[in-house]
Structure formats: structure tokens, C-alpha cells
């Protein structure tokens, strides 16, 4: 086959059935995130919400990274009815696409600038959260299970360019009907707001119709629902206590943790750094809780150790066989540093543009819109790159380009409001995270033992926002103590281990092919 061949026959796999429908569900995941992050930042920033509150609402997106806490729930225990006439995947698909339209619609309910409203936004917004993880965990699990490898790479970029449509959608749409509702930042308009959510529900159909289109994938591990329903709730309790058990604790701890935070401070004249050092450690602290409590339901009749077994154990334990303790740790090393740069800026991105003196409409105008156009052709091209050149490579490429692209946000600190300097760096900066993530979610992929297909990505993709979304949240504590010049500078300069751990992991005789 001449390689004319090759690269057109990696083209025209684009138009595969399964990579199309992609498409679809790739926006339907893509609604949600910014209007937890971005278009959220820029409505409680018109609501008079002071800068470092509204990133640390960017916590409320940490559902993507505990997702793998309940995977094994949504990829084994069947649903009542629906998973009899939709099938395991569609069946979660469906419960969770309209559990995040209704996350989005209370929202829009909730105005931030009332008394002691950010509370109850926060927990809607904790809500649309866990709804679109839950989402995300299936549509992964859809994806592998749907093709063979060879097409992984071309779904993995018609995914992500769903998923910036989609982006686009809740992030340049909601900016124009907020402005065309009426609120503006001097003038701020509550149900300009409101209204602007309601409609973002609205658009969760396309990824609802979707799912009652498709057929279920037939690559599925059998076993999967052979344990009674009495069984399954047994499960789910153990699960919903465990959470309560650690929102007991975050809540209880509050005042002891006002308490350090401000010793601290005293301490080390560092009150960003403080804040990080206390959450860290009360965040660890839940966690702990949490495994004492599990420790002593399992010697209650509600553990069903089996089951538990199946579910959590065996999943993490296949991965480690496979590729071995060292080289495990190391991927998992790897995965969870990969888009730290990357995401950490992208946190306060709008909260800069905005400070920078750019409007709502130049920044739906430069940064949504132009941005997700250069999202998209970085996506396909990574794809095609991918597929041609093996993952490996591209993922050197993306790696290397997320840190150099990330610098020129200091020159646009520096110029200020310069529209010419915007599309430059939006150019840059999207075209590499479109091609850096469609080599990253095909190289996950390669990672997932079918057989554990959600619990295994939903580890990897969880890893994969983890530590980027904790240090993410703390980007308006660590602008307003560096400055956008040296923040920027640090966060380009997270990226730069990435690079040596690909090296180590090219190592590997399995991944040179790649």
C-alpha cells in the first residue's frame, strides 16, 4: 500500500458510522464544562463576586476527577426498565443527560448576587458536576467498546471536535444571549442570566436524541449485571454513605480549617500557598474517613464482597498485571501530569481576557468561536497524526507545543488589549490542546482492558484533571500574589516534566511501536 493510499484511507475513516456519532456525543459532553467554569466565572463576576471566590467554584468540576469512584456503578449495576429496552450504556446515557439538564435549569434559578445564594450555587453547581462526570464515564466506555483500535484515534478526534462545538455552544453561545438578554458588566441583569442557562438546557437534546438513535455496542463484557438488584443496592448504600461521611467531615471541618489557614498565612506570608497546604490536607483527611468507614461496613451484612471485589479490585489489579508495578506507576504518573499546564491556565483564562479590557463579544468572538475552529483542525490533525505516526510521537509534539504556546499568554499580559495579539495566541494555544488531547484520549484508550472498559478510563481521565483542577482552583489566589506575567510563567513551566516522562515511557519496547 503506498503511502498516498495510507493517509487517504485515514481520512475517509472519518465518515465510519461510529466516528460520526461521536460527533454527537462529544457535544453533548462538551455543554456542561464551561458552564461550570468560564461562562459561570464571567456571570459571578457580573454579579459583583470577588475574582479568587469565582475560580475556587472551578472545585465544583472535581467530579470529573473522582469519577472513578463511582464508574463501577455506572458500569455494572442496570438500571429498572431501562436497562432492559435501551441496553447498559444508552441506559445511563439517558439518565444522566436529563439529570444534567435539570442540574443546568436550577442554576439558572439561583442569582449569586442575593444573600447567601453562592451556597446554593454551589451545590446545583456540584450537582451538574457529578450529573456530566456520570455522562462522560459512559460515553467513554461507548466509544472503546464500539470499535477496534484502528478507528480509537479518528473517534478520539471527532470527539473532541464534538466536544468543542459543544464548548462553544455554552461558552461564545451563552456570552452573545447574555449580552443580548441584556446584562452586561456595568450593568448587571440577573434574568438575562437566567434565561441564557435555560436555553444551554435546552441543547442537552442533541446528545438525548443521540443515544435513542444509536444501537448499543456489542464488545461488552457479559458478566456485567449477573448479581441481583437487592445486590446492587447494597452497593449504592455503602456509596451514598460513604459520600455523606465525607461531606460530614469537609463541613465539620470548615472552622478548624478557617483557623489554620490564617496561622499559616501568619507563619509563611503566603496566603495562597496556605489555603492549598490546609485543603490539601483536609481533602486527604475525608478521604481517610471515608476508608475507615468502608473498613468497618465490611464487616456488616451490606458488604458484598464479591461484588466489591469484581467491581473496584479487579479492574485496577488487571492494569497492574498487564504492564507491572514500575511501569504502571509510571503511566499513571504520566496521566496525571499531562495537562496540568494546560488546564490550570485555562481556569482563569476568561477571568484575563476580561481584565485585559476585552468584552464579552470579542471574547466570544477571538477566543470561543476563532478558538474552537483551531480546537477542531488541531483535533483532526492530531488524529490523522496519530493514526499515521503512532501516539507517541504526537504526544512528544503536544507536550512540547503546550509548553511554548503557553508563554505567549505573558506577552499578551504585557501588551494588554491588543485584538491582532489575541488571535495569535488563541491560534497557538487551541490548535496545540486539540492536537495534544486527540493523541492523549487515543493513547488512554490503548491503556483500557476492554473487559474493565468504564472503571479503567474513568481512573485514567479522573487522574488526568485531578491535580490540574485542585492547583486550578487556587489561579485567582496565585495571580493576585505573582501577578499574569509570572503566573503564566509557572504554569507553562508544569508542563516541562511531561516531556521527560513520555522519554521514560518510550523506553518500553510496547510503546516504540506506538
Excluded at 441584556?182 to 438575562?192: F, I, K, L, Q, T
Excluded at 461531606?247 to 489555603?275: C, D, M, P, R
Excluded at 491588543?418 to 484520549?441: C, K, P, Q, R
Aim: proline share 2%; hydrophobic share 50%.
Amino acid at each position: 500500500m503506498s503511502e498516498h493510499q495510507s493517509w487517504l484511507q485515514s481520512i475517509q475513516a472519518f465518515t465510519h458510522p461510529r466516528v460520526v456519532t461521536m460527533l454527537f456525543f462529544g457535544f453533548s459532553a462538551g455543554i456542561p464544562l464551561l458552564l461550570i467554569f468560564s461562562s459561570l466565572s464571567l456571570w459571578l463576576r457580573e454579579a459583583g463576586v470577588e475574582r479568587s471566590t469565582v475560580t475556587y467554584f472551578s472545585w465544583a468540576a472535581l467530579a470529573y476527577s473522582f469519577k472513578f469512584l463511582w464508574a463501577p456503578l455506572v458500569d455494572r449495576m442496570p438500571l429498572p426498565l431501562l436497562t432492559k429496552a435501551l441496553g447498559r450504556r444508552r441506559a445511563w446515557l439517558v439518565i444522566s443527560q436529563l439529570a444534567i439538564m435539570a442540574s443546568i435549569g436550577s442554576i439558572a434559578l439561583v442569582n449569586p448576587s442575593q444573600e447567601n445564594a453562592l451556597n446554593l450555587m454551589a451545590l446545583v453547581v456540584v450537582m451538574l458536576g457529578f450529573s456530566a462526570a456520570t455522562q462522560d464515564i459512559v460515553i467513554d466506555a461507548y466509544r472503546i467498546e464500539s470499535a477496534d483500535q484502528d478507528l480509537q484515534a479518528l473517534m478520539s478526534s471527532t470527539y473532541i471536535a464534538g466536544y468543542r462545538l459543544g464548548m462553544l455552544t455554552s461558552g461564545a453561545g451563552a456570552l452573545i444571549l447574555a449580552s443580548y438578554f441584556g446584562s452586561s458588566s456595568e450593568n448587571y441583569e440577573y434574568s438575562a442570566w437566567r434565561w441564557t442557562y435555560l436555553c444551554m438546557a435546552l441543547t442537552m437534546l442533541v446528545g438525548l436524541i443521540t443515544t435513542f438513535v444509536i444501537k448499543e455496542p456489542e464488545n461488552q463484557n457479559n458478566s456485567a449485571t449477573q448479581y441481583s438488584s437487592q445486590q446492587y443496592l447494597k452497593f449504592l448504600s455503602i456509596f451514598v454513605m460513604s459520600i455523606a461521611v465525607f461531606v460530614i467531615a469537609y463541613v465539620v471541618s470548615s472552622g478548624e480549617a478557617a483557623y489554620f489557614k490564617e496561622l499559616l498565612t501568619e507563619s509563611t506570608n503566603n496566603k495562597a500557598l496556605s489555603n492549598l497546604a490546609v485543603e490539601t490536607a483536609r481533602l486527604f483527611s475525608g478521604f481517610f474517613l471515608v476508608v475507615v468507614f468502608v473498613k468497618a461496613v465490611s464487616f456488616t451484612p451490606l458488604y458484598e464482597r464479591q461484588l466489591v471485589q469484581e467491581t473496584y479490585i479487579a479492574p485496577i489489579a488487571d492494569f497492574f498485571q498487564r504492564y507491572g508495578l514500575r511501569l504502571a506507576c509510571l503511566l499513571l504518573v504520566f496521566i496525571g501530569f499531562y495537562r496540568v499546564s494546560d488546564i490550570v491556565l485555562g481556569v482563569i483564562a476568561n477571568v484575563f481576557f476580561q481584565d485585559m479590557g476585552f468584552t464579552k463579544t470579542e471574547i466570544a468572538t477571538v477566543v470561543k468561536t476563532f478558538g474552537l475552529v483551531m480546537t477542531i483542525a488541531g483535533g483532526f490533525l492530531g488524529g490523522v497524526l496519530a493514526a499515521h505516526y503512532g501516539v507517541i510521537k504526537i504526544l512528544y509534539l503536544g507536550a512540547f507545543l503546550t509548553v511554548a504556546t503557553n508563554l505567549l499568554f505573558m506577552l499578551l499580559a504585557q501588551a494588554g488589549h491588543n485584538i491582532e495579539l489575541l488571535y495569535i495566541v488563541i491560534s497557538a494555544d487551541n490548535l496545540t490542546a486539540g492536537l495534544a488531547s486527540a493523541a492523549f484520549v487515543a493513547f488512554l484508550s490503548k491503556l483500557t482492558n476492554v473487559s474493565f472498559t468504564a472503571v479503567q478510563y474513568a481512573v485514567f481521565s479522573s487522574l488526568m484533571t485531578l491535580l490540574p483542577k485542585m492547583i486550578g482552583g487556587y489561579s485567582g489566589s496565585m495571580v493576585d500574589n505573582l501577578g499574569y506575567s509570572n503566573f503564566f510563567l509557572l504554569a507553562s513551566a508544569m508542563g516541562l516534566p511531561v516531556l521527560f516522562l513520555i522519554y521514560l515511557i518510550q523506553r518500553h519496547g510496547e510503546f516504540k511501536q506506538q
